[in-house]
């Protein structure tokens, strides 16, 4: 039997187990992420997937879907908590987009763009942290770190490496590298590695492609990112 | 008849690259258009060197330094609609580059260790603007009306803007002019 939620007063199709955010992109509705990916269980840190379920504020990656149930989501109210979640996230780290080599690629700018979010409205903490350029193949740039745990777990959970975790709490947490020396070329970690080609900001770069793909071709330059996702996943 | 009362716009580049200035006159033709609807107060353009009352003041640029915080007053105090535009003055941009270094280390690299510096010495002539401890972007400073982003924004993305707010309309880019590179 076909069961059925309503998502911003339309329905969306759904099978048991499916959270409210695998039936909406199932159904060809994108409803906006940073932390979730369609391999990994959810993991529900970024928040940017809030939606309101039957009146309540829920992440929409982790909650199962059930019938009948009343979700907004592409609302003004949700899309201003969303900018204010980008708007936290910009000032917590440094994101200078202008130097950065995932520009036009990172999906946090691209949630900005479509959420037009035009300033950082907080004031900036420009948080002191060095970049790791140890590692032969790829450099590590944690000013941009969104704290994911995409790299954490695609290591941990795939390539069976450990290589990445968070470390400390609340506004001192930071990613660090599991080596004694803190240094990724201290590791085993490879450039084919999953956690290598996971990362949806600019933290985890490859050396020597940086800027191959020219202003005008990166994957966001013309399409916003709900339709770019919605294209890669059909 | 005469003629409409123009709209008197002020700009200013704070700790800037003046690429946001060149992206102004990028905007072509329509440069006709512009001088048709406004009247430049303080700006470089001008060389006026105190803002008047105006309707909108341009920022560009963040506040590094003594100087740039009493200009930026000084917009805010006459400028109805004060707007940041480009990176700098909406989170520091490149020269905010600075701000994971000491100030002190910063000089010293510049003015005594550099390789082949004859005369060495942190210049020290009471004329200049003291420096900030950090660079700021203009909204820790003062209230800011309309954030225009881009490094720089682009001719059209600038005429796009202002085209709205001449108009009246709330300013709002459309996607393929949103950048913050």
């Given at each position: 039997m076909n069961r059925e939620f309503m998502l911003d007063g339309l329905p969306v199709a759904f099978t048991e187990g499916q959270t409210i955010l695998q039936a909406a992109r199932a159904a060809g509705r994108y409803i906006p992420s940073l932390?979730?990916?369609?391999?990994?269980?959810?993991?529900?840190?970024?928040?940017?997937?809030i939606v309101k379920a039957n009146g309540r504020h829920v992440s929409a990656c982790a909650l199962p879907a059930r019938e009948g149930m009343e979700v907004e989501s592409d609302t003004p109210e949700i899309n201003g908590e969303r900018r204010a979640l980008l708007q936290m996230l910009f000032v917590e780290g440094n994101h200078f987009c202008p130097s950065c080599e995932k520009s036009g690629n990172c999906q946090l700018q691209a949630q900005a763009y479509e959420l037009e979010m035009t300033s950082a409205r907080f004031d900036y903490l420009f948080p002191v942290r060095p970049v790791d350029a140890s590692h032969p193949d790829i450099l590590l740039d944690f000013n941009r770190c969104i704290f994911c745990e995409l790299c954490v777990r695609a290591s941990r959970d795939v390539d069976g490496k450990h290589i990445f975790a968070l470390t400390e709490r609340g506004i001192h947490k930071h990613l660090v590298v599991n080596a004694e020396s803190g240094r990724l070329s201290d590791t085993d970690f490879a450039a084919d590695d999953l956690a290598a080609h996971i990362c949806p900001v600019g933290v985890i770069l490859h050396k020597?492609?940086?800027?191959?793909?020219?202003i005008g071709q990166r994957d966001y330059d013309h399409e916003p990112i709900s339709q770019v996702a919605m294209e890669e996943s059909s | 008849m005469s003629a409409p009362e123009k709209t008197r716009v002020a700009t200013a580049s704070l700790a800037g690259c003046f690429g946001c200035h060149m992206s102004l006159l990028d905007i072509d033709e329509h440069l006709f258009e512009l001088v048709e609807k406004v009247e430049f107060d303080r700006s470089p353009l001008t060389d006026i060197k105190h803002c008047g009352a105006c309707e909108i003041g341009l920022i560009e640029g963040g506040v590094c330094n003594a100087e740039n915080i009493h200009v930026l007053r000084e917009f805010r105090q006459h400028c109805k609609i004060l707007v940041a535009v480009g990176a700098c003055a909406i989170n520091g941009g490149l020269p905010a580059q600075r701000n994971y270094f000491k100030l002190d280390d910063c000089l010293r690299q510049v003015?005594?260790?550099?390789?082949?510096?004859?005369?060495a010495g942190i210049p020290d002539d009471p004329e200049l603007p003291l420096l900030l401890e950090r660079v700021h972007p203009i909204h820790e400073i003062v209230r800011v009306d309309y954030f225009l982003p881009g490094c720089p924004p682009s001719g059209e993305a600038i005429w796009s803007f202002l085209s709205d707010l001449l108009a009246g309309r709330t300013p709002r880019l459309p996607y393929s002019l949103m950048h913050f590179d």
């Open positions: 932390c979730w990916h369609p391999d990994f269980p959810p993991h529900g840190s970024c928040k940017l997937c020597r492609v940086g800027f191959q793909r020219p | 003015y005594q260790y550099r390789i082949g510096m004859t005369d």
